[in-house]
Each structure stands twice: as structure tokens, then as C-alpha cells.
């Protein structure tokens, strides 16, 4: 909207047309009144809880004797487990890989009374790996590959019993590349912290992870991972008490968002003799854009698994910031442009499709990204070089260097 401050009053124009007249005064009091509410929501989020909370636990480890593992739909916890290994710091030759479950209860095993909520949104997990400090230890390989099997089972409540939510291929082990040092003066080996899964929705009020390393014996499954002594969990996911601030603002603003755009809509249709401008229609579209966006659509995960949400605020995002970029684009150029020029898309033709290149290659990224994430919360796309490169080369002009592992 254009806004034309005269001494007595402001004259609110689209289309070369009067849409309102309203006095200074007038005016003056809606940016009070708007200034306010950016305030108040700002000082709501400051001294509402913080986005995030992360938990790190120690994972158990099992013998499994009878190879219960094997079977993705029964789960490996305290009460099915044949023998629990309180540590792996001294070497048995009667271990290993292909018997060793690493388990974790989230949120906990030890209080059963507290739980995950739907308010959580997402989860994402992070695994930590822990070497034994062992001289005979020769590292061959600063990056080797972490071979892996993985099943997260779920229930709703303590007394309920473990559901398979998502297992990884039966057929192919998961691969996640990891980054290890050896300090050989004091004998120290650290690995840096790789990702294991992503769920775009917290349905369960407690989840159960296994976890099984195959041993390299006779293959080539983690030959150059050092020796471990354990397998931290760090747990990540969206404060449930900033999910409802954020909700409370969006069902709030959402039918506010609304009727504002109804009624621009409908004043333009009543001033426009002809066909709206430019600038009329991208203000129209992106106040649909904004309505959208701010549908509170949290709501949805309270009754229901909704792991799609995540992408589809991402796009709504993206959207959100093309329609802000057409429209600066257009208010500066329908104002450098002489009157014959003007309200024509082809004049635009340039700048337009660059953005919705942009905004096509970052909605693939993210359909490889999250939107595999789905249907396979394991899925990522920087666990090869081969990912990686893909990756980076969405973010670069450089032409990365294409390694098959």
C-alpha cells in the first residue's frame, strides 16, 4: 500500500484508486497499536521458555545370546535382555559385534511417571561414541565409516508395550561417516558426534532405541572404528512449553491475518474499474501467503502422528520469503518505470525466475533432507561424501569433487 501523508489526512491508494481516507491522527494510533503488539509478542518470547532442550544419556548394553536383535519387531530393554554388560573397558573374547544391543529408554527407564509429549513437535537424536583409550590401537583412517543397524520402538504409557515406529533397512546397514583423532602422547582417542535419526513428531510417550554395530570379522563393517568402551544418546527436542507460546501467538494472529486480507480484497474489488496492479495482486497473494504460514497446525499433532509438519512449515517458509522478494521487486520497479511501462510481468521476466529457482533448488534440498526423513527418520543426506558433495553443491558454485564410498 502507498501511503500519501497530507496535513489533514492520509490517503491510502492501490490501483490509482482510493482504497480509505484516514486522519494523521488515525494513522498515528494503528502504528502505536501495531508497534505495541510487536512488543508485547517480543517480551512473550523473551521471557517465555527456550525454544529447545537436550538430554545426553548412557546407553546399556546386552548380550544378545539368542540373537534376539535379529528380529526388528521384538524389542531388546531391561526385561528381555539375556545378560546386561555393565562396560566393555576390558576385552572378552566371548563378545562381539554381531551380539552387543546398545538400549536407551527415552525420556528415562529409572522414572516411568515421566514422558515425552506431542508438545515436543520433533526429536532429533545424536550419537556419541566413546573409544577405549588403548595403546595397541593404530589409526588407519581419519574418517572411517560407522556401520550400524537401527530399530526405535514406541509405546503410550508405562504399562504399555513396544511398537516398532521405524527400523532401518533390513537389507543394508546404515553408514555414517565419522571424524576420529589420536592423541599419541597422551593416548587419546576422540570421535566426533554423528547423527542416527530424525522423527518429525513426538507421538509416543516413551521410545525405546537399539542399536547394533556389526562386527568387521570377515567383512569390511567398521574395521577402522577404534575400540569402544560405550555409546552416549544426546536427545534433542522442541521445548514443550515454547510450542504452546508459539501456538497460543499463531491462533491469535491467524484470524487477525484474515480479516485483513478479506477486507483488502473486497475494498479492491469495489475501487478497481479494471484489472488490479501488480503490486495489488503480490500484496493480495501474500497476505494468503501469511494466513497460511500461521495456520496453527501444532494442533494436529496433539491427536494425531503428523511427521510432515516440519516440511511443511519449510515450505510455507520458503513461499512466504519469494512472495516478500516479488513484491519489493515490483514496488521498486513499477516507480523507476514510465506509466506505459508499468503492470506488465514480462518486464519482471529476469529477477522472477531467479527467485523461483532459488526457491525450487531449496525446497529439493529439503525434500532430500526431511521429506525422505518421513517415511525413513534415518535417512541423511550427509552420511556419504557422495550426499555431502550433493549437499554442498546446492549451497556453492564450486563444483565439488564426487567421491563412491
Known sequence: LLYTIKFEEVVIMANS????????????????????????LFIAGAKGPKPTNAMTR???????????????SKPVDDSSCPEVIKSLEEDNPRLNGNNLVFYLVLPTDKYPELEMSPWFQWMITILQLKPKQDYRYQQRNKNPVLTLKGVVFGRHGANDFWRPVHTSDPDTFLTRRVTCTTDLQYNLIDCDDVALFELGSVHYSHYLINIQLPDG?????????????????TEIHQNGGFTKVWVAQKTLI??????????????????????????????????????????????????????????WYDCCTGLFYAATAVLWLLFVGEH??????????????????????????????????????????????????????????????????????
Not at 486522519?23 to 494510533?29: A, N, Y
Not at 548380550?63 to 535379529?70: A, G
Request: aromatic share 10%; proline share 4%.
Open 17 to 40: 484508486m482510493v482504497l480509505e481516507k484516514i486522519s494523521t491522527r488515525q494513522l498515528l494510533i494503528l502504528f502505536a497499536g501495531n508497534f505495541l503488539v510487536l512488543i508485547l
Open 58 to 72: 548412557i546407553t546399556k548394553i546386552c548380550n544378545d545370546k539368542y540373537h534376539q536383535f535379529q528380529n526388528s
Open 336 to 405: 523507476r518505470m514510465d506509466l506505459d511501462e508499468r503492470n506488465k510481468f514480462s518486464n519482471y521476466w529476469k529477477e522472477i525466475t531467479s527467485i523461483l529457482v532459488c526457491c525450487c533448488v531449496m525446497f529439493l534440498f529439503d525434500v532430500i533432507e526431511r521429506g525422505l526423513q518421513i517415511a525413513d527418520p534415518f535417512h541423511s543426506i550427509w552420511a556419504t561424501v557422495t550426499g555431502e558433495n550433493t549437499a554442498v553443491s546446492f549451497c556453492t558454485r564450486k563444483k565439488p569433487k564426487l567421491t563412491f564410498i
Open 254 to 311: 491467524c484470524p487477525v491475518l484474515l480479516v485483513a486480507t478479506i477486507l483488502f480484497s473486497r475494498q479492491v474489488g469495489k475501487c478497481a474499474n479494471s484489472s488490479p496492479l501488480l503490486i495489488t495482486k503480490i500484496i493480495q497473494g501474500l497476505g494468503v501467503v501469511n494466513v497460511i504460514y500461521n495456520l496453527p497446525l501444532e494442533y494436529l499433532s496433539l491427536v494425531a502422528d503428523v511427521p510432515g509438519l516440519r516440511v
Open 217 to 233: 570379522r570377515g567383512q569390511h563393517y567398521n574395521k577402522d572404528i577404534p575400540p569402544l568402551q560405550g555409546i552416549d544418546i
